[in-house]
Structure formats: C-alpha cells, structure tokens
T-cell receptor, first 115, second 113 residues
Framework: DGGITQSPKYLFRKEGQNVTLSCEQNLNHDAMYWYRQDPGQGLRLIYYSQIVNDFQKGDIAEGYSVSREKKESFPLTVTSAQKNPTAFYLC??????????????FGEGSRLTVL | SQQGEEDPQALSIQEGENATMNCSYKTSINNLQWYRQNSGRGLVHLILIRSNEREKHSGRLRVTLDTSKKSSSLLITASRAADTASYFCATDLPDSGNTPLVFGKGTRLSVIA
C-alpha cells in the first residue's frame, strides 16, 4: 500500500540532545513537508522540499534541520537549539508543490516530548 | 503565516444534526481544501474547491466558496459519532509563487451519540 511512514510514533528527549524523526514515502511524490502542531496552534510549516537535494525554510525553521538525499526520504532533525521542541510533528507529501489537485498526504505523526 | 481561520474553534452537536464550519482567508487563492484529523493522527484530505467553483459535494460533505467574501464553509449532514475530529481549511498563496499550503487552526467537532 502506498503511503507515508513516520517513525518513531513517540519519542522522548533530554534537553541538549538532537533527535531525528524519520519520514518515508512510496507515493513517488516530488514534494515533501514537515509541519509542527501545538495545541490550539494549527499546523506550522518547518521545512519543505520540492526535489531531491533541495529544500526551503518554512515559517519556523529555527532549531531544525532537514536533508533530502533520496526522493523517498525527508528526515527532520530537532536540534538542541530548538527551545521548545515538545510538539506533534507531521510529515506530508504531494505530487508537486503546486499541482491541479494540490492534495497533501500525511503520515501518522511523531510526538516528541522533552524531559 | 496563517492565512485561513476557522470558526467556530469548537462545536458540539447531537448525532443526526448538521455541522457547519467556516473558514475565512485573507488573500486571493487558486483553491481551498478541507482536511480532517482524528485525535493524535495525521490529516486526511476531504475535498478541494477551486476558486472558480461555488459549491462542491462529496457524500455527506458540502463545501461552498465565496471568493468575494474570502470565505468557505464545510457542512456535514446527518452527523455521526465517527465524525468527531478536528477540521482544517488550507489555502495556497498564488501571489507568493510556488509555496506550500497554509493551514488554519481548525475547528474541533464533537458529535454526541
């Protein structure tokens, strides 16, 4: 079945540690995204990538880093520079950034808690 | 930057009633989409309406778009307990070039059996 797989589903981190969230898709989509969701805040865009080896900052990129070495994979690293990393992280993909349908496909999310 | 704003923030109805959620946005759009999110899960695409369309149906869902008022509504008819979820509108920003969708903060719908 085609879809997006995020792992781990739950992650605990000590302050000062970097953690990496995995996102893999087998939909053959060019575009991939990372969103952060806090209670009552909706979704905020962290990073997005339109093509392999290229990515752009979103609205809240500070304290995060990404890579896009393969079309299928778009891992997100939450660095120690991110002051308030506890949140629900959602990965998504679409055929292209702008497409006639424009539909985003989401993973099931990763919940990060800083202890 | 958040373009869409849903109203109300929370809505509680009885099973069988209709649920209406509204979305207002600020700039011109090519299309507007509605997504659903069950608690602790990812978002699922429900319906897309283009800027030249006024109304669209999908099963028990009815979406309207009024570009003159920069607003959209999502109507769920004959609601069921399984419709309990958060609903988000999302818009593109054509004047900003190739940029991703921008999501609102969502409406939390509770359908009581």
């Amino acid at each position: 079945d085609g879809g997006i797989t995020q792992s781990p589903k739950y992650l605990f981190r000590k302050e000062g540690q970097n953690v990496t969230l995995s996102c893999e898709q087998n939909l053959n989509h060019d575009a991939m995204y990372w969103y952060r969701q806090d209670p009552g805040q909706g979704l905020r865009l962290i990073y997005y990538s339109q093509i392999v080896n290229d990515f752009q900052k979103g609205d809240i990129a500070e304290g995060y880093s990404v890579s896009r070495e393969k079309k299928e994979s778009f891992p997100l690293t939450v660095t120690s520079a991110q002051k308030n990393p506890t949140a629900f992280y959602l990965c998504a993909s679409s055929i292209r950034i702008w497409a006639p349908t424009g539909e985003l496909f989401f993973g099931e999310g990763s919940r990060l808690t800083v202890l | 930057s958040q373009q869409g704003e849903e109203d109300p923030q929370a809505l509680s109805i009885q099973e069988g009633e209709n649920a209406t959620m509204n979305c207002s946005y600020k700039t011109s759009i090519n299309n507007l989409q509605w997504y659903r999110q069950n608690s602790g899960r990812g978002l699922v695409h429900l319906i897309l309406i283009r800027s030249n369309e006024r109304e669209k149906h999908s099963g028990r869902l009815r979406v309207t778009l009024d570009t003159s008022k920069k607003s959209s509504s999502l109507l769920i008819t004959a609601s069921r307990a399984a419709d309990t979820a958060s609903y988000f509108c999302a818009t593109d920003l054509p004047d900003s070039g190739n940029t991703p969708l921008v999501f609102g903060k969502g409406t939390r719908l509770s359908v009581i059996a």
